[in-house]
């Protein structure tokens, strides 16, 4: 009996390894994407900041998460990760295109700013979790 429940264990930590690192990675890149720095902001107690990257982080887990469940290999998880890290990034870039001075709006702590882009976060990533098909 625990023999067949601990048989899993050495999938489980390689992926959830993986999606740890593909996590890292995305917030690695994402903050340097931006034109402001949002750990700095959220030192500061700045809400928009916090709102809008932990709603991003959201939008990006939401289609790692999809992928873990769907994915067969490791590769199958990595590439689709990798999908959704672009697409999020993609995202905060259109959503700077529709509101101009969107970081600095962030860094000036407008709320309904932040909350704009982390509200197209979650939804791209929602929309992303729900194209991956394998």
């Known amino acids: 009996m625990l023999y067949s429940s601990i048989q899993g264990l050495p999938d489980f930590l390689l992926f959830f390894g993986a999606a740890m ?3 890292a990675a995305y917030l690695v890149l ?11 902001l ?3 107690n700045n809400v928009a900041a916090g709102a809008s990257l932990g709603l991003s982080l959201m939008g990006f ?11 067969k290999t490791i590769v199958d998880l990595l590439v689709y990760g990798v999908v959704a890290l ?10 700077r295109l529709l509101l101009t001075n969107l970081s600095q709006r962030i860094a000036n702590g407008e709320v309904a700013s932040a909350l704009f882009l982390g509200a197209a976060s979650l939804a791209a990533g929602l929309v992303t979790a729900a194209a991956m098909i394998f």
């Open 86 to 95: 672009i697409i999020q990034i993609m995202v905060y870039w259109l959503v």
């Open 42 to 44: 959220i030192r500061q």
């Open 30 to 40: 994402y903050t340097l994407s931006t034109t402001h720095n949002e750990f700095e």
């Open 21 to 23: 690192g593909l996590t």
């Open 61 to 71: 887990a939401i289609p790692l998460s999809s992928a873990i469940v769907n994915s």
